[in-house]
């Protein structure tokens, strides 16, 4: 008798529908995958775990209103066998070793998903580490031109979210469409900028403005 291959079961986790449906649709296209369910933020996304028992779950760093770091420490936390990979918009080192620092096992770009999505899924699931060749360089980069002995920046002292605030600010987004983004209010938005302003040592929103945009054309 033939052998057959254990199927993996993928939940995924994101608050767009046509990404979800789009992952969904490459998923389903390999045989040994398997979509056993969706999310769009972190409640139904950790009850999903339990009642779907996924192999891997896919997550997205934003959220309907929790943020994908934060599911990948609680899921981590409760369910260390299941194994993650985060896709996100931010093609960015930053992200993807906050997100490994998280105890994902793996980082890709949405704007590379189909290439290498199929790919990553698999490093995950056979016990590797995958992240896309541009972050992996850009990671390597930043090990080598490290600044100081402890490479601790001011960008290490943010929170998960409110680095995500300063992108989208270097990305010359308006708070009201943060806001709008993050499914937060605009005072939420507000409150993250003075935030950042302490944390970075900056005196007006027009210096953290620039600092913003000058992190992104770097990063």
């Keep these: 008798m033939a ?6 079961r993928i939940l995924v986790v994101d608050d767009h529908p ?4 789009g992952l969904a649709t490459l998923i389903e296209a390999e045989p040994d995958l398997e979509l056993c369910g969706e999310a769009d933020d972190v409640d139904p996304a950790l009850e999903l775990v339990k009642t779907a028992r996924p192999d891997l ?29 985060v896709h996100s918009m931010y093609d960015d080192h930053v992200y993807a070793e906050r997100s490994l620092q998280a105890g994902a096992m793996g980082y890709l770009c949405k704007q590379n998903a189909r290439e290498t999505l199929i790919t990553g899924i698999r490093m995950v699931l056979s016990g590797h580490t995958y992240v896309s060749p541009e972050i992996n360089e850009r ?31 270097g990305r010359g987004m308006t708070t009201g469409e943060i806001a709008k983004h993050l499914y937060l209010s605009v005072h939420t938005i507000d409150t993250y900028r003075e935030k950042l302003k302490i944390k970075l040592n900056l005196a007006t929103g027009a210096e953290l403005n620039r600092y913003a945009v000058q992190w992104v054309l770097e990063h």
């Design 3 to 8: 052998s057959r291959t254990k199927t993996a």
């Design 18 to 21: 046509l990404i979800r449906e």
């Design 57 to 85: 779950v896919i997550v997205d760093i934003s959220l309907k209103t929790g943020h994908g770091l934060d599911l990948v420490k609680q899921i981590r936390k409760s369910h260390p066998r299941i194994k993650m990979l």
């Design 139 to 169: 990671i390597i980069r930043s090990r080598i031109g490290g600044g100081c002995e402890s490479g601790k920046t001011p960008i290490d002292s943010l929170s998960d979210r409110e680095l995500e605030v300063l992108t989208l600010i």
